[in-house]
T-cell receptor, first 112, second 112 residues
Framework: NAGVTQTPKFQVLKTGQSMTLQCAQD?????MYWYRQDPGMGLRLIYY???????DKGEVPNGYNVSRLNKREFSLRLESAAPSQTSVYFC???????????FGPGTRLTVT | DQQVKQNSPSLSVQEGRISILNCDYT??????FLWYKKYPAEGPTFLIS?????DKNEDGRFTVFLNKSAKHLSLHIVPSQPGDSAVYFC???????????FGKGTKLTVNP
């Protein structure tokens, strides 16, 4: 089992460019999440998906869109990247609502 | 408004001694708490959790204590080992919610 995988690992964008961060899990989990981690800020929830076909906003959704393509995959899209979106992005999944979340290795994004 | 606070950004202890990491929360609706451990360049991994119906949960060298009246929880690591050196995040949620709220983390260094 690979667990939660994320691509790419690193990305540099210019302001205004768009990109999609990919996430996939092979644990048959229902729920999936996108977080960002900034220095001194901990992890903040961007969007989550409680089940295939549903998505909801988290704490910091502005500037992002998500797609729950199927049960395995949950992508995060930046339509017009801004320097404020420079961060490390983590995808996670969980089986049940109060269950532990399993995290991917992260994508380090720099927007110049 | 920070709902989960880890007021110590860093902690340094000697190998073999006890490490105590603290976490405070402000939202009285939180009823489930988790600790995650994060090594550099990796995603967080689940360590231990506690429900508000308990005041203690143990798993090997790791024990979490919950004081609901003080809205405070702590993670004890006994004995501490150099491999425990990592950033530890406290997280909280309320029943039925998909959303975890994370603290900013405490960097633990265990010196040989």
């Amino acid at each position: 089992n690979a667990g939660v995988t994320q691509t790419p690992k690193f990305q540099v964008l210019k302001t205004g460019q768009s990109m999609t961060l990919q996430c996939a899990q092979d644990m048959n989990h229902n729920s999936m999440y996108w977080y960002r981690q900034d220095p001194g800020m901990g992890l903040r929830l961007i969007y989550y998906s409680a089940s295939e076909g549903t998505t909801d906003k988290g704490e910091v959704p502005n500037g992002y869109n998500v797609s729950r393509l199927n049960k395995r995959e949950f992508s995060l899209r930046l339509e017009s990247a801004a320097p404020s979106q420079t961060s490390v992005y983590f995808c996670a999944s969980s089986e049940v609502t109060l269950g532990e979340q399993y995290f991917g290795p992260g994508t380090r994004l720099t927007v110049t | 408004d920070q709902q989960v606070k880890q007021n110590s950004p860093s902690l340094s202890v000697q190998e073999g001694r006890i490490s105590i990491l603290n976490c405070d929360y402000t939202n009285s609706m939180f009823d489930y708490f988790l600790w995650y451990k994060k090594y550099p360049a990796e995603g967080p991994t689940f360590l231990i959790s506690i429900s508000s119906i308990k005041d203690k949960n143990e798993d090997g060298r790791f024990t979490v204590f919950l004081n609901k009246s003080a809205k405070h929880l702590s993670l004890h690591i006994v004995p501490s080992q150099p491999g425990d050196s990592a950033v530890y995040f406290c997280a909280a949620t309320q029943g039925g919610s998909e959303k975890l709220v994370f603290g900013k983390g405490t960097k633990l260094t265990v010196n040989p």
